[in-house]
């Protein structure tokens, strides 16, 4: 790849996986979280995140681990820019590899987010590859033998879920979010709605979810904009349905955390 370019997809042989194959320069990552996993192989340059209250800088063969629902940023941290390949798994799948590996129930977590593992580094780079040119046995098959190399080495469950540890405020302010995409309360409503006074909530909210009620909105905004993408929904409509002031808007925020534009996704989703 030359210049900035970014591929957005998913694959028959992995349900529950999307991949992202991108060279990034001038793109940078808002912050900003995911529902599932991130694990991306670096295969040139340097990219630089912020990640759990660390800057991190990963350079050609780490594989950067990120566990759902972690703020984290990407940028470049050289003048070239950085080329990767990630598998975006769902809880869901992560947790099925784990149980195959004879885990006890729960949520696998990555402790480590920066590892240099050079067997699971070409495990992630045949599975990408399978991903764009190979059939769903292949791809499948190289997918498990990835995801059970990285749980093997870098991975552990955690006590217990993070939603049972969250303070009774936040998670009501969150219900309410979710449940106001197209009108939200301001700031005092919100804290008034559960009780609690407004500093009071938005710093609880954002020692819980890493970021402040507004910032996380627009995260909720964009999932659910992928949701209705997926489902082939044009992007002006999408912007219209998730409360974004108009496509471009949703273009902005998209980008900033999916890496690519809302018609891009739209269109390797399809095609996939």
Known sequence: MTGEVAHYWSHPGLPGVDLLRARYVTHRYDRHTHDEYAIALIEDGVEEFEYAGRTLRAGPGSIALVNPGVVHTGQAGVPEGWAYRVLYPTIEVMSAVAADLGAPPGTPHFPETLVVDPEAAGLLRAVHRAGEHG?????????????????????????GPAEARMPAAVRRAREILHESLLDPPRLDELAEAVGVGTFQLARAFRAVTGLPPHAYLNQVRVRRARGLLDAGMRPAEVAARTGFADQAHLTRHFKRTVGVPPGAYREGRATA
């Open 135 to 159: 059939d769903a046995l292949a791809t499948s098959s190289l997918f498990r033998a990835a995801a059970a190399s990285l749980l093997r080495h870098a991975g552990h469950l955690p006590d």
